[in-house]
């Protein structure tokens, strides 16, 4: 399977401690695009990279929140202190550059619950 | 603000009819559109995609129509399936000159295809 891969895919934890997010993108896509997914909504971007630079960060990413494309291969997003509010669908998608726009294929997702 | 609206919840259809999902947007300066569709549990996945230079695309089954001067887009299912059943994303994106194409979704519609 050559698809974006997420791991993992469901975490729960309490109110206060800190969560870490692997995303595995298709291995030649060097566009790296983080969203978040809220119930009854679509999903909201949160940060982009291309290769190892982050190059936009939403203000949903408050301080917090801190990812990482070490290398331009995978990517990690971590959330520090965690908030019920925090409690989302975190999603990652990729891209390869010249094709354009660049169909962004999305992985499965990390379905976050903070109690 | 919602940029991009999905103003139906939901669609309920006869297997074997035509579906039609609709989008409306706001901002003028996207270009670039695109559908998902979401199954439980999982990221979306990429269905079609329209260019502002377009006002159809046709891919198989799926249809996707854009009229820019009322800002709305529509994507046609024909004929439907059973398997069709999913939330369908309507998402948006525009340049801003670098190389970061992040989507705007809207909030989705629930399809149901009843056998």
């Known amino acids: 399977d050559t698809g974006v891969s997420q791991d993992p895919r469901h975490k729960i934890t309490k109110r206060g401690q800190n969560v870490t997010f692997r995303c595995d993108p298709i291995s030649e896509h060097n566009r790296l695009y983080w969203y978040r997914q809220t119930l009854g909504q679509g999903p909201e971007f949160l940060t982009y990279f291309q290769n190892e630079a982050q190059l936009e960060k939403s203000r949903l990413l408050s301080d917090r929140f801190s990812a990482e494309r070490p290398k331009g291969s995978f990517s990690t997003l971590e959330i520090q202190r965690t908030e019920q509010g925090d409690s989302a669908m975190y999603l990652c998608?990729?891209?390869?550059?010249?094709?354009?726009?660049?169909?962004?294929?999305f992985g499965p997702g990390t379905r976050l619950l903070v109690l | 603000d919602q940029q991009v609206k999905q103003n139906s919840p939901s669609l309920s259809v006869q297997e074997g009819r035509i579906s039609i999902l609709n989008c409306d947007y706001t901002n003028s300066m996207f270009d670039y559109f695109l559908w998902y569709k979401k199954y439980p549990a999982e990221g979306p996945t990429f269905l079609i995609s329209i260019s502002s230079i377009k006002d159809k695309n046709e891919d198989g089954r799926f249809t996707v129509f854009l009229n820019k001067s009322a800002k709305h887009l529509s994507l046609h299912i024909v004929p439907s399936q059973p398997g069709d059943s999913a939330v369908y994303f309507c998402a948006a994106s525009r340049d801003s000159g670098g190389s970061n194409y992040k989507l705007t979704f809207g909030k989705g519609t629930l399809l149901t295809v009843n056998p």
């Open positions: 998608a990729s891209s390869l550059e010249g094709q354009g726009r660049g169909t962004q294929y």
